[in-house]
């Protein structure tokens, strides 16, 4: 059974602060890694992909992922209330007819605090 | 703009019926789309693979016969919720790549209430 795991929320950060979102995975020969964030009511929206170990930001976001510690990271700066949201973790597993099937994990609530 | 079109956005319907969900790629040709489920405050459920050609896939536990998926064309991919019933009542999400190790793009889904 493949599992990505994030850890249990939900988060609250003070507007303005630094929101860290974690998330860990099983599948060792997984190649990419996904970032969503899920508004109340809404689908999912990717804001980050990443593929190689180390960071990868784009503008107020920063991926971070370690594959030997099969570890991959989320940081949020200056937070803002409408980041608001659940963060969703997808990991793309690496088998034979995968494709772009993804595992998600069950997803960490951010409350930013004005 | 918005890569994935779904319709409609919201149903509800007496229960016995069915209810038919359409998913269009607008900028890609997809011969794979994905079919999700999510209940309030849960995770995404993956239902089934949508294959443009051929039979759809379907995850473990979950009912062919109840839930039709035609991939008829490659930008055009439906779910038919048949004879749906209370328990049916949720949030279906459909969504498509680009091809292996990329991103999924999702719709903007079809909230299901069965009265």
């Known amino acids: 059974q493949k599992e990505v795991e994030q850890n249990s929320g939900p988060l609250s950060v003070p507007e303005g602060a630094i929101a860290s979102l974690n998330c860990t995975y099983s599948?060792?020969?997984?190649?990419?890694f996904f970032w969503y964030r899920q508004y109340s009511g809404k689908s999912p929206e990717l804001i980050m992909s990443i593929y190689s170990n180390g960071d990868k930001e784009d503008g107020r976001f920063t991926a971070q992922l370690n594959k030997a510690s099969q570890y991959v990271s989320l940081l949020i700066r200056d937070s803002q209330p409408s980041d608001s949201a659940t963060y969703l973790c997808?990991?793309?597993?690496?088998?034979?007819?995968?494709?772009?099937?993804?595992?998600f994990g069950k997803g960490i609530t951010l409350s930013v605090r004005p | 703009g918005a890569v994935v079109s779904q319709h409609p956005s919201w149903v509800i319907c007496k229960s016995g019926t069915s209810v038919k969900i359409e998913c269009r790629s607008l900028d890609f040709q997809a011969t794979t789309m994905f079919w999700y489920r999510q209940f309030p405050k849960q995770s995404l459920m993956l239902m089934a693979t949508s294959n443009e050609g051929s039979k759809a896939t379907y995850e473990q536990g979950v009912e062919k016969d109840k839930f039709l998926i035609n991939h008829a064309s490659l930008t055009l991919s439906t779910l038919t919720v048949t004879s749906a019933h209370p328990e049916d009542s949720s949030f279906y999400i459909c969504?498509?790549?680009?091809?292996?190790?990329?991103?999924?793009?999702f719709g903007d889904g079809t909230r299901l209430s069965i009265l």
């Open positions: 599948d060792r020969g997984s190649q990419s």
């Open positions: 997808a990991v793309n597993p690496f088998y034979t007819g995968a494709n772009s099937k993804l595992t």
């Open positions: 969504s498509r790549s680009r091809g292996d190790n990329q991103p999924q793009h």
